[in-house]
Structures are given as structure tokens and as C-alpha cells.
């Protein structure tokens, strides 16, 4: 039986005793995940294998940044990430998707003092609805938590979103309880 998508969740530090982040609850549920904070990783500390190396060797993983195709606001030096070929996808167990959790401004210093996240190819998710994540500010409708963004993603590698409903509906409900704390507020 093949297994589905590793999970490698990168989160910046000012992240880790933030009460309301959804990537601890994302990596708690997810059995193939792994989390490490810091706001710079070097490559050889985190797999066995460079991720080109391991991909071309056929023996690791393919690793996939969750990060959209064109950064926003473009920084001085930052490399334009390779196309993500579909062959890539046809094997979910082969595949590591590595997230940087964060706010956006966080995550772009993230990939911008780690050169090697510059040189994995990226999905972007499209066309996502808003997100259900009200207990913390976003800029824009579709900008989604952690949670939110790796359970489509993993929903679109491995061709099936009905896998990550219960951890959006156990989100949901994390998201309701924290805005019933709220004074003047009823959920």
C-alpha cells in the first residue's frame, strides 16, 4: 500500500508559543509529518540526502515547496523557483511538501535566507476559497492558515480532500472555541 506525502513544516520561531497557530495541531495529526523552528535551515541538517541529490538518485524524496509561484513584493536575490513537472506527481509517496509557517512577511525572509527553498519547485494553490481561520488577521480572503493550506495541498497530490476533512472540521471547531473566548461574542 503507498503511503501519501511526507509533511516538512518549517516554522519561524515567533511562531512557536503562538496559542492560536495551527501548525502544531496540523503536525500533531499528520503521522508523516516533522516540524522544526528556526528561521535558517541548512539543507544537510534536515534530510539525509540534498533533496537533488535524493531526487535524482531515485532514492529520496521529491521535495515540493507549499509557496505561490511568484513572490510577492520580489526581493533583490531571490532565484526563480524551477517548473514543478507533472511526472512528479503521479507517485504521492514519493513526494515531501514542505511548508514555512508564518505570517507572509515571515515566511519571505524564511525563503529568502535559505537559498536552497529558492531551488525547489513550487505548488501554489488557486482558487481557494476563503478561509475559515477568523481568529487571526489576514490581508486577504483566500490567505489561509498552515492547516488550511497544507490539507489542499495534500488534497491535491493525493487525489482525495475528503482524507483532510476531519482535520478541518476538528480546525473549525478549534477556531470556534477560541472565538467563543471572545467578550461579546457567541459562536
Known amino acids: 500500500m503507498a503511503h501519501g506525502v511526507e509533511v516538512l513544516i518549517l516554522q519561524h520561531p515567533l511562531e512557536v508559543d503562538v496559542a492560536k497557530g495551527s501548525a502544531r495541531l496540523l503536525h500533531l495529526s499528520l503521522p508523516r ?11 544537510q541538517d534536515l534530510w539525509p540526502t540534498p533533496p537533488e541529490a535524493g531526487a535524482e538518485s531515485g532514492r529520496g524524496k521529491q521535495h515540493i515547496l507549499l509557496y505561490p509561484e511568484t513572490v510577492q513584493d520580489p526581493s533583490p536575490g531571490l532565484a526563480n523557483p524551477p517548473q514543478l513537472a507533472p511526472a512528479l506527481l503521479q507517485d504521492p509517496s514519493r513526494l515531501c ?18 537559498p536552497w527553498l529558492q531551488q525547489l519547485p513550487r505548488l501554489a494553490l488557486q482558487d481557494m ?7 487571526r488577521r489576514a490581508h486577504k480572503p483566500d490567505q489561509l492558515s498552515t492547516l488550511e493550506a497544507t490539507c489542499a495541498a495534500l488534497a491535491q497530490l493525493e487525489g482525495d480532500a475528503s482524507k483532510f476533512q476531519p482535520l478541518l472540521a476538528a480546525f473549525e471547531g478549534f477556531v470556534a472555541q477560541q472565538l467563543a473566548y471572545r467578550p461579546g461574542t457567541s459562536a
Open 33 to 43: 509529518s516533522r516540524m522544526l523552528a528556526g528561521e535558517v535551515f541548512a539543507v
Open 97 to 114: 511538501l514542505v511548508v514555512l509557517d508564518g505570517t507572509w512577511r515571515k515566511s519571505r525572509r524564511m525563503l529568502y535566507l535559505n
Open 129 to 135: 476559497p476563503a478561509s475559515n481561520y477568523l481568529i
